[in-house]
């Protein structure tokens, strides 16, 4: 193609735009936000003990009275008390079954960016998995995977909903690495 | 899967149409410096090109692409005087320069005997009553759409001196379906969301899908099998393979500028490293080596050094290394924690997503880590990618509420915001490397 060398443009004019009617803008859209709640139903689903009939050493069982997830703060890997004593009851429970192998799944909330949530899943998983061996479980029967922010439970756009996004939940079986 | 002619080589046959009017350089002035930062958009009258439906729709395609850069305002068909008859001759400028058109194109489109299409262009600059450029391309006529993109890649070229990036595709992940149970598959589409197609269709969750340089193969993350791990697609085949052996969770693929290796994280308990394999040795090196997460590598364009991002001080932010993995050093010291870099095609800038005050924005900055300039900011944007000119980047961004992702381009002035239109949700954009 052949081009013809031009003298600086003449006919091009700048603009001065207002950058904060822009910021404004944007702090406008966000302002919004919804506050639509969908949250896991059931005792189960959220992990806490409660009174089942469930059959002993099921899945059900597991799940229910044990609980078999617990939760962590923003940006954090730690075990908080709380789900210490999550995972203790877990530890009991694998030691009278010890036919069940489990994984660990690790998730972190959507305030995140896509890759760094993977590692963080997978750090939230391992810490789990550190933790329930150092209870007894045999690291054989511990495998783990990460899910990031792929597979959220809870959503919407507020902490009530990051808060149980950000979990380790322990499966019986489960297919990890 | 794939069956498209796209990936054959020089499919499209181009020349160069014999100038009508002499050049004369001393008058003609149409030209944007894209360096100027925000410029207004240039006037340019983009006619219907000759004989039928079809020199319409490529006219449109065309004047889109101007459109959206920012950098053109086509002008309404309405206000044009001339009604243009035979494309070989010179138009009335008089007619242009009434209405303000800077630049005037005018083209016409044929069936060849051996049924390809014919399609010709020829740009003029009014106040100057020159032709600044006239090609003509011979293609089958179904990839009319590439004719279109490759003729408002020439006018860009010609008008701003620099490359343009209509002509390019666009790797994503389609999402569909509910948060909480949501669809994942690769899909790839023309930079303007036309002719999109899935690359995959099963229940595996993929994400980060990144083009190889020579567009052949793409790179992404699977769980298939619940096995979270690198693979390589094959596209004109389909083929599929995981990216070597490894003992864990390997994630943030990207290719090296020379197509020989790709770069990704591998997840070991709580730690993830960069690591690199080479796709012909099936040999791996690690490059990084500490108790935290070092993620979302990328080369620089010359394949000396690479980005990504560590939170070895605590917080996500964004290191540079060199390719063996020496120097390592972190060069962002901004409010608030960085991740996702990505190095420019020209070598000068780092995109990267910011996250600062519960708001995440996608931004540039120096390899040296000086000049940040945040372009967007919002309740979500991340991941960006370049357009292969280095003048525009794409992301993806998800509001607040329900709903999902979706992608968003925007030029390095950032004032220049537009969405990218998908069929459904859209996350993770990778843009192609130029189609030569």
Redesign the interface.
């Known amino acids: ?17 207002n950058p904060v009617m ?2 404004l803008v ?1 702090t406008l ?2 302002a ?3 506050s ?1 709640k ?1 949250l896991p139903g059931s005792a189960g689903e959220l992990g806490l003990g409660g009174a089942g009939s469930a059959t002993p050493g099921s899945q059900q069982d597991f799940t229910v009275n044990v609980g078999d997830r617990i939760f962590f703060d923003t ?1 954090s ?1 730690s075990i908080r008390a709380d789900a210490q004593q999550t995972l203790d009851r877990q530890a009991q429970w694998l030691a009278k079954y010890p036919n069940y192998a489990v994984t660990v799944e690790g998730h972190a909330d ?7 949530n ?3 899943g ?2 939230r998983a ?2 789990t998995k550190d933790y329930l061996i150092s209870r007894g479980v045999p690291a054989n029967r511990l495998k783990t ?4 922010k ?4 809870a ?1 919407c ?1 507020d902490i009530s909903c990051w808060s149980q996004n950000r979990r380790a939940v322990t499966v019986l079986g ?4 | 899967m794939i069956k498209s002619s796209f990936f054959r080589a020089l499919m499209v046959a181009a020349g160069l149409l014999a100038a009508f009017v002499a050049a004369t350089p001393a008058n003609a002035v149409v030209e944007i410096n894209i360096n100027k930062g925000n410029v207004e958009p240039l006037p340019i009258a983009i006619t219907d090109f000759l004989q039928g439906e079809l020199g319409k729709k490529i006219s449109d395609v065309v004047a889109a692409d101007l459109k959206r850069s920012g950098l053109f305002k086509p002008i309404d068909k309405g206000a044009f005087i001339e009604k243009i008859s035979n494309p070989d001759a010179a138009p009335r400028f008089e007619d242009w320069k009434v209405i303000n058109a800077q630049a005037l194109v005018t083209g016409r489109v044929t069936q060849e005997a051996d049924g390809r299409l014919k399609a010709e262009f020829r740009l003029w600059d009014t106040f100057a009553g020159t032709q600044m450029t006239g090609q003509q391309f011979f293609t089958q006529p179904e990839n009319w759409r590439r004719v279109a993109h490759i003729i408002a890649d020439a006018i860009y070229e010609r008008i701003t001196g620099e490359k343009g990036y209509f002509d390019t595709r666009v790797v994503y992940v389609a999402e569909s379906g509910p948060k909480t149970a949501r669809k994942r598959q690769l899909a790839m589409m023309d930079q303007d969301g036309a002719n999109a197609r899935a690359l995959t269709n099963s229940n595996d969750l993929v994400l980060t899908p990144r083009f190889s340089p020579n567009r052949q193969e793409v790179t992404y993350m699977s769980f298939e099998n619940n096995q979270p791990r690198v693979y390589l697609l094959q596209l004109e085949t389909g083929q599929r393979e995981v990216v070597g052996n490894f003992p864990g969770m390997t994630f943030s693929p990207r290719f090296s500028p020379d197509g020989q290796r790709v770069i990704m994280s591998l997840q070991q308990e709580g730690n993830a490293n960069i690591y690199t394999m080479d796709l012909r040795s099936r040999t791996t090196t690690r490059l990084t080596s500490t108790a935290a997460i070092d993620t979302a590598p990328s080369y620089s364009p010359d394949g000396s050094q690479i980005a990504f991002e560590s939170d070895r001080g605590g917080r996500q932010q964004i290191y540079v290394m060199g390719a063996d993995g020496s120097g390592q050093r972190r060069i962002s010291f901004g409010d608030g924690s960085y991740s996702t870099p990505v190095w420019s095609p020209r070598g000068d800038l780092i995109a990267f997503t910011k996250q600062s005050g519960g708001k995440f924005s996608i931004g540039v900055m120096k390899p040296d880590g000086s000049g940040e300039r945040i372009l967007t900011t919002g309740f979500h944007n991340e991941g960006p990618t370049w357009a292969p000119n280095g003048r525009v980047l794409m992301f993806f961004r998800q509001n607040a509420g329900a709903g999902g992702p979706q992608l968003y381009s925007i030029d390095l002035s950032g004032y220049n915001e537009q969405p990218v239109p998908t069929q459904g949700f859209a996350s993770d954009p990778a843009w192609s490397p130029r189609l030569e």
């Open positions: 193609m052949s081009r013809i060398d031009t003298p600086a443009a003449g006919r091009m004019q700048t603009i001065a735009r822009i910021a944007m859209a966000i919004g936000c919804a639509k969908n940006d890997t959507e305030r995140g960016t896509r890759e760094y993977l590692a963080l997978a750090r391992a810490s995977i990460s899910y990031g792929e597979k959220p439970v959503v756009d489960g297919a990890g690495m």
